[in-house]
């Protein structure tokens, strides 16, 4: 008998790694290849395992998993595959979220945003109106719209309202997300207002989580925002009117907390996820139909440009840039935002879908919009620092650089060294189509697929991949928090985002 016990645990063991391993076999014949996906997958048989079979293989699996979920009560345990998933979403007062953009005219000072608030976030859809619009964009889907980047608040929201495993219920939440409207309340405030008026709102938020019962299991470690607005908005320097932003992530409350934005500083807890782009699919066959498309286009531009330019002063590689792309001789194509409009999407993506290579210039801030809209056109990236991409979406883009993206340093472009056309004309053609198939891989990740959409053909997009990490994240904090470790690493710690290997 004594004998009998240990080969029995081989055979169950063997059988589970088969399991595995025939899982993985058929992950892999998916035409996209999303790790994350794959992961969960996994992760959700490790559950469901756990679920038909034992206690401690649950238990097991969720230690895997890297998420320590609550137990549920038996019963519910055959059916949960919530368990390690759950969302609970604070029901604020809407001063913090609807009544700020009810009032749409003043949230940028320059610019009108009120025509973006409609389709949950996602804008004005773009309307077959033209032979133009029919070719450049796929339009019968219905699935493209005029999307401006600071609507990327309100459409997380959305997506989050339907989000399969929301709980009204706080105390089984892994995860507690903050629908505050962050970057439009600093946005309102930045021209011509003090710094008390600036600060108001985030005072007051922060007192109110911080009563909430929520905030004592773990002092808001466990809460999370997302704003369309790059993070220096919230890190002013000083309490002098004349300093940029509010002090937002400065509050002690909000510093405890994660934020998801367009572009992060440097601190610990935050998190860049991509820009909204103008494709908001329903379906993965959608998805794949447009990443064949991109891949087997004619493409008449070596590299291109749409942007404008910046001053000098601030050491700005722009007018270089420009320069070089008007001298040429056809090889590429500039779009100039000074005279054209930038925020047509059929201008943009006719632009990208015609280049091989596009230009990802650092401008006001180190990231832009235009790295996700050339992605989503399958063209190549060119970046001149890492800042502007590697080091910012570490969730989204492969670690290795090289495979999906040309990096030019900033440096060697300043003092007139490099010559575009001569440094991208080098490239191969087969190196070519390899980067441009890893850049297509990259699409569905980076996209908000249309909110409320639950098919059966579900695309895990760049919300999903989002509430995956920062479940993760909280995760880890909470095991961190259980043993007594210090968590300064995790949300006051300073990043070198101009190091080259990626962080
Ligand atoms: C589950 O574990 C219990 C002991 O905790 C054991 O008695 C039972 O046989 C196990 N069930 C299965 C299906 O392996
Ligand atoms: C658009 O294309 C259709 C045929 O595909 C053609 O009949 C029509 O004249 C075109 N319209 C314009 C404005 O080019
Ligand atoms: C939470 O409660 C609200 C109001 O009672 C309800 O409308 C909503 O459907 C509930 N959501 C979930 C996920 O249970
Ligand atoms: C800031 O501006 C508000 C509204 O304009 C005003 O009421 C308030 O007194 C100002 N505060 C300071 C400290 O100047
Ligand atoms: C922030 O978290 C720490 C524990 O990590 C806690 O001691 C502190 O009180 C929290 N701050 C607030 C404002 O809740
Ligand atoms: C330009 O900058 C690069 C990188 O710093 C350097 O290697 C190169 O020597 C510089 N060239 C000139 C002409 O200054």
């Keep these: 008998m004594k004998k009998q016990a240990p080969r029995l645990w081989v055979v169950i063991l063997v059988a589970f790694v088969f399991c595995l391993f025939v899982l993985f076999q058929i992950k892999k014949i998916d035409l996209i290849e999303t790790n994350l996906r794959i992961t969960h997958q996994v992760n959700n048989f490790f559950i469901s395992i756990g679920a038909s079979d034992n206690q401690t293989l649950t238990r097991n699996a969720d230690e895997r998993d890297g998420i320590r979920a609550k137990q549920p009560k038996e019963e519910e345990e055959k059916t949960d595959t919530c368990a390690g998933r759950y969302i609970y979403m604070h029901n604020l007062p809407s001063k913090f979220n609807d009544d700020i953009i009810k009032d749409c005219r003043p949230l940028i000072k320059w610019f009108d945003m009120c025509p973006f608030m409609v389709n949950s976030g996602l804008g004005p859809q773009v309307s077959e109106s033209d032979n133009t619009t029919a070719q450049v964009l796929t339009v019968k889907t219905g699935s493209w719209y005029s999307t401006n980047q600071f609507l990327l608040a309100v459409i997380f929201r959305e997506r989050m309202k339907h989000y399969e495993c929301l709980t009204n219920d706080s105390s089984l939440a892994s995860a507690v997300y903050v629908p505050f409207y962050a970057g439009f309340d600093v946005s309102r405030h930045l021209w011509g207002y003090n710094i008390s008026v600036r600060d108001e709102l985030g005072i007051k938020l922060a007192r109110w989580l911080g009563e909430k019962p929520e905030w004592g299991k773990m002092y808001g470690r466990d809460h999370f925002f997302v704003t369309g607005r790059i993070a220096w908005d919230f890190r002013r320097g000083r309490d002098e009117d004349s300093d940029w932003g509010n002090n937002l992530m400065l509050l002690p409350e909000f510093a405890n ?104 210039p650092s401008g006001d801030s180190y990231t832009r919009r235009s790295i996700f809209d050339s992605i989503l056109a399958g063209c190549i990236p060119v970046f001149f620092t890492p800042g502007s991409g590697y080091n910012q979406y570490i969730w989204y883009f492969p670690k290795e650089y090289t495979k999906y993206s040309v990096y030019i340093p900033e440096k060697e472009m300043k003092n007139g060294t490099v010559s575009l056309k001569s440094v991208l004309g080098m490239i191969d053609k087969e190196h070519i189509k390899r980067m441009r198939n890893e850049v297509a891989k990259i699409i569905p990740k980076i996209i908000y697929t249309k909110p409320g959409w639950v098919g059966p053909d579900k695309i895990e997009d760049a919300f999903d991949i989002a509430v995956v990490r920062i479940l993760d994240r909280v995760a880890m904090v909470k095991r961190m928090m259980e043993e007594g470790k210090d968590l300064q690493n995790e949300y006051s710690q300073v990043k070198d985002l101009s190091r080259l290997e990626v962080i």
């Design 257 to 360: 907390m994660t934020m998801l934005g367009i572009e992060t500083t440097a601190w610990a807890n935050e998190f860049a996820i991509p820009y909204p782009t103008y494709f908001h699919p329903k379906s993965l066959t959608e998805i794949w139909r447009w990443q064949r498309k991109v891949k087997s286009l004619r493409r008449k531009y070596l590299f291109s440009f749409v942007g404008g330019p910046r001053p000098n002063l601030d050491g700005s590689i722009r007018g270089e840039i420009i320069k070089q792309c008007l001298a040429s001789q056809g090889k590429c194509n500039f779009l100039n935002c000074q005279v054209n409009d930038c925020d047509n999407p059929v201008k943009i993506m006719k632009v990208f879908k015609n280049s091989v290579f596009c230009l990802q």
